[in-house]
């Protein structure tokens, strides 16, 4: 089972951005967002208040900053980037930013030929000059999205991490929902979920020899929760410590094994006990909205299409007032990134793009109802990667 990228990926997304930059007569591009750095490396660390820059020049292997508490992790997960430098600490004596300049010199790199996904390094406590700045006012060409828009097309590689992902997803799924019963509260639900979910997968990886690397110090390999009763009615409620009752709309999620910072989405609404007349209608109404943006979805179609399909029939099904967000979004090396199942969006559907499909309906005093799935896009439509059950009569909770 592949649960990390090979080499040859990086390789090609390299080659990408330098065929962009000879394109446009640049030098370089100064990379400041770590996940455009995990993108473009494999290099992967946690933002903070010390920055962290990869220089990608349009002949040549990249360049690195980095503080000195990330140096060691370089030969072990990055061992082909040879060219590093390093500074002691932020803010330092010396601020971190201007070691970047004998970056840019030790690479040979034009200052008034270079181009940046942004024009300073930004995180929480950061305070620094701009790039512009250090190098003496010249202005620099930003490109903030290149790297965004290249991620939106993933390769087969990635489509099968994301389908490893959804394997272990399905099985802590299963978990959450035979832990689910009156009196447990979302918190204990998550925690006894997620540790069996993480339980199953590291027995499954070590039957086949495979060493698991996590996303960063902390993280959990195999997300998920819930949200219940009234709070499920709100879109993005926090957890609490409410028991669950009989009568409860439960919206359980799972964001899948995170492999090589890849992961799926999958959700659904579960009812705890028998459930009620209305329940059941808007359960049904999520779930054809949901159908209907499944078959809407096709490559050559502005990303708006699905979403106005959707708005058209919830307009019709009388409950357009209990919609409070788009259709789905895109996924990848972030939970949500470009491009987004909205009315505002134009951008094109392409196979190999990877999406969520999360219709939802929200009724305060009765619940909240959303079933979410991750999707690729196809050469004549979608494939629908996460294949829990769906129906009403497989997510009624018996009390």
Same mark, same amino acid.
Not at 102 to 121: F, K, V, W
Not at 194 to 222: H, R, W
Not at 330 to 354: A, C, S, W
């Given at each position: 089972?592949m649960?990390?990228?090979p080499p040859e990926?990086?390789?090609a997304?390299l080659d990408?951005v330098?065929?962009?930059?000879?394109?446009a007569e640049?030098?370089?591009l100064?990379?400041?967002?770590?996940?455009?750095?995990?993108?473009?490396?494999?290099?992967?660390?946690?933002?903070s208040?010390?920055?962290?820059v990869?220089?990608?020049?349009?002949d040549?292997e990249?360049g690195?900053?980095?503080p000195?508490?990330?140096?060691a992790?370089?030969p072990?997960?990055?061992p082909?980037?040879k060219?590093v430098?390093v500074?002691p600490e932020?803010p330092g004596?010396?601020?971190p930013?201007?070691?970047l300049?004998?970056l840019?010199?030790?690479?040979?790199?034009?200052?008034?030929r270079?181009?940046a996904d942004?024009?300073?390094?930004?995180a929480?406590?950061?305070?620094?000059?701009s790039l512009?700045d250090?190098?003496?006012?010249?202005?620099?060409a930003?490109?903030p999205?290149?790297?965004?828009e290249?991620r939106?097309?993933?390769?087969p590689?990635?489509?099968q991490l994301i389908?490893?992902s959804?394997?272990?997803g399905?099985?802590?799924h299963r978990?959450?929902?035979?832990?689910?019963?009156?009196?447990k509260?979302e918190i204990?639900?998550?925690l006894v979920?997620?540790?069996?979910?993480?339980?199953?997968?590291?027995d499954?990886?070590?039957? *086949? &020899?495979i060493?698991? $690397?996590g =996303?960063d110090?902390g993280?959990?390999? +195999?997300?998920g %929760?819930?949200?219940?009763g009234?709070?499920?009615a709100l879109?993005?409620?926090?957890?609490?410590n409410?028991?669950?009752e009989?009568?409860d709309v439960i919206?359980?999620?799972s964001g899948?094994a995170?492999l090589?910072?890849?992961?799926?989405?999958?959700e659904?609404?579960?009812i705890?006990g028998?459930p009620?007349a209305e329940q059941r209608?808007?359960?049904?109404?999520?779930?054809?909205a949901?159908?209907i943006a499944f078959?809407?979805?096709?490559?050559g179609?502005?990303?708006?299409?699905?979403?106005?399909a959707?708005?058209?029939?919830?307009d019709?099904?009388?409950?357009?007032?209990?919609r409070?967000?788009h259709t789905?979004?895109?996924?990848?090396y972030e939970?949500?990134?470009?491009p987004f199942?909205? *009315? &505002?969006?134009?951008? $094109?559907? =392409?196979?190999g793009?990877?999406m969520? +499909?999360?219709? %939802?309906?929200?009724a305060?005093?009765?619940?909240?109802f959303r079933?979410?799935?991750t999707?690729?896009?196809?050469?004549s439509?979608?494939?629908?990667l996460?294949?829990?059950?769906?129906s009403l009569?497989?997510?009624t909770i018996a009390v």
């Amino acid at each position: 089972m592949m649960i990390e990228l090979p080499p040859e990926e990086y390789t090609a997304r390299l080659d990408r951005v330098r065929e962009a930059l000879r394109d446009a007569e640049r030098d370089a591009l100064c990379i400041f967002s770590a996940v455009s750095i995990l993108y473009l490396t494999g290099f992967r660390h946690s933002p903070s208040e010390r920055p962290v820059v990869l220089l990608v020049p349009a002949d040549g292997e990249p360049g690195i900053l980095v503080p000195e508490l990330e140096e060691a992790h370089l030969p072990i997960r990055v061992p082909w980037l040879k060219t590093v430098q390093v500074y002691p600490e932020y803010p330092g004596l010396r601020h971190p930013i201007e070691y970047l300049v004998e970056l840019i010199t030790r690479m040979g790199l034009s200052p008034n030929r270079l181009a940046a996904d942004s024009l300073s390094y930004g995180a929480p406590g950061y305070r620094g000059p701009s790039l512009s700045d250090i190098l003496g006012g010249i202005k620099i060409a930003t490109w903030p999205h290149l790297i965004e828009e290249m991620r939106m097309i993933k390769s087969p590689a990635e489509i099968q991490l994301i389908r490893n992902s959804v394997i272990f997803g399905n099985m802590q799924h299963r978990f959450i929902q035979d832990i689910i019963a009156p009196g447990k509260t979302e918190i204990e639900v998550s925690l006894v979920a997620c540790a069996e979910g993480v339980s199953m997968m590291f027995d499954e990886l070590t039957k *086949l &020899g495979i060493d698991y $690397i996590g =996303q960063d110090n902390g993280s959990i390999p +195999v997300p998920g %929760g819930l949200i219940s009763g009234p709070t499920s009615a709100l879109p993005h409620p926090l957890d609490t410590n409410r028991p669950m009752e009989a009568g409860d709309v439960i919206i359980s999620w799972s964001g899948g094994a995170i492999l090589d910072g890849h992961s799926s989405e999958l959700e659904r609404t579960m009812i705890l006990g028998t459930p009620t007349a209305e329940q059941r209608r808007l359960f049904d109404i999520m779930h054809t909205a949901q159908d209907i943006a499944f078959e809407t979805i096709r490559p050559g179609i502005p990303c708006k299409e699905v979403d106005e399909a959707v708005y058209d029939f919830a307009d019709k099904a009388g409950v357009l007032h209990m919609r409070h967000h788009h259709t789905g979004h895109g996924r990848g090396y972030e939970g949500h990134e470009m491009p987004f199942f909205d *009315l &505002g969006d134009e951008t $094109i559907l =392409q196979p190999g793009m990877v999406m969520s +499909v999360e219709p %939802g309906f929200y009724a305060p005093g009765i619940g909240g109802f959303r079933h979410s799935d991750t999707i690729v896009v196809t050469e004549s439509g979608c494939d629908i990667l996460t294949n829990y059950p769906r129906s009403l009569e497989e997510l009624t909770i018996a009390v």
